[in-house]
């Protein structure tokens, strides 16, 4: 392959993917389901959420579409540094938009733009680069086009894509699977397969609520979120597996903690969200519902620690990072769940502010019952 077709197939592969995802989700049918989000009348926004079938049709055109063009589906794993670099280059050009559109529509209508929206800023570096980095809207919209959510599902798929792509790869290199990587890939497949089924329940966390769209999530979508999060698969898509001491040991390991902390994450995020949607259900399972103030859960995964699910996400990610980490003794697939404790604790401290802000004295008293931020007698 030249130099000019090792740049030009790792584009097209990646256009091809998020093109046809964006596609998908104009035009297949979803539910509308209203959110956790209220618009300048106080009302919840709704959304159309067909994020299952999106996710599987996209996977499934794409593979067609390498079968019909005779190029290989493994294109993501072979040339992943490439891809890498265009899917950053993309995020890049789409959060230099969303930042473009602020000022645009300043000058187009000074009624839609907030107050905050000075001029100044962008005489203002700082103002400007941090303008840039979260973004100038919560929940931009283009008719039936919800730009955070298919950030999300795009990121999703993508990385879903990699993953498969790293599996057949493997075999089509050794003509055998290895335990560890089908331990891995079973575990990232449940992960994003179980976000997408439960899309509905991620309008009510705090990175829909409360994060707008700029380069953190658009960069983090698009880029960040497909070959970061799977750091630890070319370890193993490029290894046999060999003898490993103990490997059977810690794949079961693995298991387990990516089991205990799907349960906390999923467990703790599905009864916020029931009681979001009807503060009067008494129990969730057989968890007898209590609250402070009919706002604020203390009974259940809400009484073991006040972010209870970020826990279960780091542990996932731990579960994760095991076979890959024990392989080689790599370091690389450390840095999955190194980058969720960096980022959950100071998510936690920010929602903690803003939790104080909202509800006063309620959060003193919830605080005062439930005294661990995130791991019970810990921290």
């Not at 589906?73 to 938009?97: D, I, Q």
């Not at 449940?190 to 994060?211: G, K, R, S």
């Not at 009067?280 to 706002?295: A, C, D, M, N």
């Not at 076979?323 to 999955?336: A, D, Q």
Request: overall charge positive; charged content about 15%; glycine content about 8%.
């Amino acid at each position: 392959m030249s130099t000019l077709e090792e740049l030009r197939a790792p584009a097209a592969y990646l256009f091809l993917v998020y093109a046809s995802c964006f596609l998908l989700y104009i035009v297949v049918p979803g539910r509308r389901v209203s959110g956790y989000v209220r618009n300048a009348r106080g009302k919840p926004l709704l959304y159309r959420l067909n994020g299952l079938r999106v996710f599987l049709l996209t996977i499934c055109v794409t593979g067609c579409a390498c079968y019909l063009s005779n190029t290989s589906f493994t294109l993501a794993s072979s040339h992943r540094m490439s891809c890498c670099v265009w899917a950053c280059l993309l995020g890049l050009v789409v959060s230099s938009l969303f930042y473009l559109k602020g000022p645009f529509e300043e000058h187009m209508s000074a009624h839609s733009v907030p107050a905050s929206r000075d001029v100044g800023d962008f005489k203002n570096f700082r103002k400007a680069a941090r303008i840039f980095f979260n973004g100038w809207e919560l929940n931009p919209c283009l008719g039936l086009i919800d730009f955070k959510m298919f950030f999300y599902l795009a990121g999703a798929t993508m990385l879903e894509i990699n993953v498969l792509s790293g599996l057949v790869y493997h075999y089509s290199t050794f003509q055998e699977i290895s335990w560890p990587l089908i331990v891995y890939c079973c575990e990232m497949t449940w992960f994003l397969v179980d976000y997408v089924y439960h899309e509905h329940v991620q309008l009510y966390t705090y990175d829909l609520f409360a994060e707008n769209v700029g380069f953190k999530l658009a960069w983090g979508c698009l880029c960040f979120y497909p070959y970061f999060y799977s750091i630890g698969l070319p370890v193993l898509y490029q290894a046999k597996q060999g003898d490993v001491p103990y490997l059977y040991y810690v794949l079961i390991i693995s298991i387990v903690v990516f089991i205990v902390g799907y349960v906390l994450s999923r467990g703790a995020n599905n009864q916020k969200y029931k009681f979001k949607i009807d503060q009067k259900v008494k129990k969730y399972g057989f968890i007898e519902q209590r609250s402070i103030g009919g706002k604020l859960l203390v009974s259940g995964f809400w009484g073991v620690s006040r972010h209870v699910n970020y826990l279960g996400e780091i542990l996932m990610a731990v579960g994760l990072a095991l076979p890959g980490g024990w392989i080689g003794g790599s370091l690389l697939p450390w840095l999955y769940p190194v980058y969720y404790v960096l980022l959950l604790v100071r998510r936690e401290r920010d929602d903690n502010v803003r939790c104080q802000q909202k509800y006063k004295y309620l959060w003193d008293k919830y605080t005062s019952q439930v005294p661990w931020r995130i791991v019970p007698y810990c921290y």
